[in-house]
């Protein structure tokens, strides 16, 4: 699926969790081995403590959240009588809820746990406590099922700063990837760059397994990163915080001479400072990349040459003529 150089939707890809990833990276203990959690998969961030379901309540019942038994859901079960006890577990788990977290080392009951078996519903127990087991199940899910492009471009961490280098195919984007690398910045990968909306602000890129430290230069085929320039080389994951788009040299056309205004491209929603490099034979492309991110970098901080420029023009015409 593509869509313009924006990135509102070319190569969108649908991620979901497995419940098999999710106990192993919250260190859970798995009390229904009898089900396969390969295949139950989560697609919903956020996360449910079914009190009110436990008393009865089930309407507006987030049932494709990850629910979670607390202490507070433990001390009101402790106090419910068997019938009743049985009767809401029930109800609970033929709602087909994608799995069942007791926090504190709280064990299920054997009849829970049959249930559980019964509506193939995975119960896991976490040692943590219920607050911060919340927290850091919605942070990771967050994460793992943030929205997620696909798009063709070169992703570098030059000076902290992500940049995205795009353009047209053999224009250059990996030979300045490359340049880059060896004046001591780190790739974060070449040719697909895999792009995840975590938050409002914030746009994160990585490489797809397959071509993770590997750049592809025309006449020399595909160049391991890691292996040639060392571990200090790389990058798993970069916030995205500049592009650069490089394309021909078009005297009819005009560029930016002075900067005074950003110019922004869009992915998934979120604005990034975006300038476009006209390409001619000789420029060094990678000392431009350098010489943006610290530019970048200077106007977070507060300082910006194009408008000192200006403001000094200003001030000189203001001058009296002798």
Not at 22 to 50: C, G, Y
Not at 80 to 107: Q, V, W
Not at 201 to 230: N, W
Not at 246 to 268: A, H
Request: with cysteine; hydrophobic share 40%.
């Amino acid at each position: 699926m593509r869509d313009s150089e924006n990135g509102k939707g070319e190569g969108k890809i649908m991620y979901g969790v497995t419940i098999a990833e999710l106990i192993e990276k919250m260190k859970l203990k798995n009390m229904t081995p009898e089900i396969d959690v390969e295949k139950a998969v989560l697609t919903h961030p956020d996360v449910n403590r079914p009190a009110l379901q436990l008393a009865g309540f089930f309407d507006h019942f987030d049932k494709d959240r990850v629910q979670i038994i607390g202490f507070v859901e433990q001390e009101y079960l402790r106090q419910m009588e068997p019938e009743r006890k049985k009767e809401m577990y029930d109800r609970l788990l033929a709602e087909h809820i994608p799995c069942l977290i007791f926090s504190r080392g709280f064990m299920p009951e054997e009849e829970l746990l049959a249930m559980c078996n019964y509506y193939d519903v995975p119960c896991m127990v976490s040692e943590q406590s219920t607050s911060a087991l919340m927290a850091e199940v919605i942070r990771w899910l967050n994460v793992k099922l943030a929205p997620c492009i696909s798009i063709h471009g070169v992703l570098v961490d030059v000076f902290g700063e992500g940049v995205l280098i795009m353009g047209e195919s053999g224009i250059g984007k990996s030979e300045a990837a490359l340049e880059l690398i060896k004046r001591g910045h780190r790739l974060v990968t070449d040719d697909v760059v895999q792009i995840q909306k975590v938050s409002d602000d914030t746009l994160v890129g990585s490489a797809p397994d397959i071509t993770k430290h590997f750049i592809e230069l025309r006449g020399i085929g595909i160049i391991d990163v890691r292996s040639l320039y060392g571990v200090e080389s790389i990058k798993d994951t970069q916030a995205i915080d500049m592009v650069i788009k490089l394309e021909e040299w078009n005297r009819d056309k005009e560029y930016d001479r002075l900067g005074l205004e950003n110019q922004y491209t869009e992915f998934l929603g979120n604005q990034v400072v975006c300038h476009a490099i006209p390409m001619r034979p000789g420029r060094n492309v990678a000392i431009i990349v350098e010489t943006a991110a610290i530019n970048y970098r200077q106007k977070k901080m507060g300082y910006n040459a194009a408008k000192e420029l200006y403001n000094r023009v200003q001030a000189n015409l203001a001058k009296p003529k002798m």
